[in-house]
């Protein structure tokens, strides 16, 4: 463990096989990530539990191996851009997902529940992970929903749910998302039924890497990370060859070897947390100016119902004024006609 990542020390297995895909699960607190990972995995890994305050502490990878060969990785993630959290327990366990994924990232699972409705904070951390990463990752989003049980026994399907409880914010992701969108019964105790659901959602993150010519996501901090992760094994792999020399000579290696490294964390770290902070500080900014805009709005709306009011009032006084004056030739009238009898 070095500056509070873990560095994996197998990291090559994946980059020596084309046969992987590594999915991330991010979402709001209680929607069920951890369960969603375990039914890929087919084994509970990850620590899933009835919880309002959430069990995942710190970003997890777990892996798998499917029946035809196929290695999924599954990093599991605390409430990434929950910026009650703090962008320095942010920007660690940003840092420390990308460490995970070195090799990218080729889908980025979304976790909603049906039984939650959506919320200003899911859509304000949908905003801030196209924001951090780019608009460009939405291209590898997929929408899953979890209680799956819970409409199964309402005799509902998934788009029943959608079609009386979709927000537009939600529909708007799921329009970004190309609507890559899977229901997952985490709860269930049919295999075929897990398997099931984990087949669609795997045909969906082939469907993802297909759109991107078969990349993953990546940015700079992806590549520098795994630069610096081969660096790192390639100087392991030094120092174990070195037999025969001193020993202290050798921890001095190591030493100077896992400070290299720390340093490079530490610096990533520092860069993270400093887009986090521009992250933050463009979408109050964004959030400002809707909320003038929508000041402008009510203004505008409120002084065209006072003109609408002073217009009815003047109809009215004119009516009434009419009326009277209406009122006053039919005396008249009346009068005339008893002078004349």
């Not at 196929?70 to 993630?77: A, C, F, G, M, S």
């Not at 959506?118 to 291209?139: H, N, P, V």
């Not at 505008?300 to 003047?314: C, G, L, P, T």
Request: glycine share 6%.
């Amino acid at each position: 463990m070095m500056g509070g990542v873990s560095i994996d020390d197998d990291w090559e297995l994946t980059s020596s096989s084309g046969e992987f895909r590594t999915v991330v699960l991010v979402g709001r607190t209680g929607n069920g990530k951890s369960a969603t990972g375990n039914s890929i995995l087919g084994r509970r890994a990850f620590k899933s539990k009835a919880s309002s305050s959430g069990v995942t502490s710190t970003c997890e990878l777990q892996r798998t191996v499917l029946r035809d060969g196929q290695v999924v990785n599954v990093i599991d993630t605390p409430g990434l851009f929950d910026f009650s959290a703090g962008s320095e327990f942010i920007g660690k366990e940003i840092v420390k997902c990308i460490n995970l994924a070195k090799e990218g990232i080729h889908a980025v699972l979304v976790v909603f529940s049906v039984r939650t409705r959506f919320s200003k904070e899911e859509e304000a951390a949908l905003q801030s992970l196209q924001t951090f990463f780019g608009e460009r990752i939405t291209d590898y989003m997929i929408v899953v929903f979890t209680g799956g049980d819970e409409l199964e026994d309402n005799d509902e399907t998934l788009a029943d749910y959608l079609g009386r409880e979709c927000p537009e914010p939600l529909k708007n992701v799921l329009r970004l998302c190309k609507n890559r969108v899977v229901l997952f019964d985490n709860k269930t105790k049919d295999e075929s039924k897990r398997v099931q659901q984990v087949q669609q959602l795997l045909t969906l993150v082939n469907m993802v890497m297909v759109d991107n010519g078969g990349q993953p996501y990546s940015d700079e901090f992806f590549v520098e990370l795994k630069e610096g992760a081969v660096k790192l094994h390639d100087q392991k792999e030094q120092v174990e060859s070195l037999k025969g020399y001193p020993e202290q000579e050798i921890t001095e290696l190591k030493k100077q070897m896992y400070r290299s490294y720390d340093e490079q964390l530490k610096r990533i770290t520092e860069m993270v947390e400093m887009k986090l902070k521009e992250t933050t500080q463009r979408l109050e900014h964004q959030l400002a100016e809707e909320q003038a805009a929508r000041l402008r709005a009510e203004q505008f709306a409120q002084v065209a119902q006072m003109q609408s009011n002073d217009e009815i009032r003047k109809l009215r006084e004119s009516l009434e004024r009419a009326q009277r004056e209406t009122e006053e030739l039919r005396e008249l009238a009346r009068s005339g006609r008893c002078a004349i009898l």
